[in-house]
């Protein structure tokens, strides 16, 4: 293959389509998007309805940001030393987890904090992780389009998660549903 010179942006594009992880690996961050833009647009709605101050979900917020330098430091840090792979898997499994217990325990300003810091620590630690596996896979040269690509699923996770989440709320006068939505699509996500 080196005589017939380097590879094209189309050639990359069919090799990595053609790749089962990269399509699973799209997957998952479409997973991400749906979860990261639910919980980031709606959570202050959900926290309102539950009877909670606004300020406990502007706090809420701000917590998820805060706690996200440290789990996207952390989670980075971790892709250099263990398995990409399996470091995503335990994002999304934690995610599962830490949405299920939200939903369970009876909600109270300390818990949306709580809740808002440990989805914080899991919130874009997908992003090294996915990029790291991306060059891991497939090398550098055409790492940004293939970002760009995986991306895309990210972006059209959440479109639905805003989307979906507003329906939902619209149609039922209630957010279960969609929580439940963004605790299936992490197991799938663990899952790919």
């Not at 069919?14 to 980031?40: D, H, K, W």
């Not at 809420?60 to 706690?67: N, R, S, T, V």
């Not at 009876?106 to 596996?133: E, Y």
Request: proline share 3%; net charge positive.
């Amino acid at each position: 293959q080196a005589s017939q010179g380097p590879q094209g942006t189309g050639a990359a594009l069919r090799e990595a389509f053609a790749y089962p992880s990269f399509r699973l690996l799209t997957a998952g961050y479409f997973v991400c998007g749906f979860q990261l833009v639910f919980i980031g647009l709606h959570m202050p709605s959900y926290l309102k309805d539950q009877g909670l101050a606004p300020n406990v979900a502007t706090t809420a917020l701000a917590l998820i940001g805060l706690f996200n330098i440290f789990g996207s430091f952390f989670f980075g840090w971790g892709g250099g030393r263990y398995s990409k792979k399996n470091l995503l898997a335990l994002i999304y499994a934690l995610r599962a987890v830490a949405i299920l217990v939200f939903l369970l325990v009876p909600l109270s300003t300390a818990v949306a904090w709580i809740f808002a810091a440990v989805m914080g620590l899991l919130w874009l630690g997908t992003v090294p992780l996915t990029n790291g596996l991306i060059a891991q896979i497939f090398g550098l040269r055409y790492m940004s389009m293939l970002t760009g690509v995986v991306f895309l699923g990210h972006q059209l996770g959440s479109f639905l998660g805003a989307w979906l989440g507003g329906r939902i709320f619209d149609e039922t006068g209630s957010y279960l549903i969609a929580w439940l939505i963004a605790i299936g699509l992490s197991l799938v996500a663990t899952a790919c």
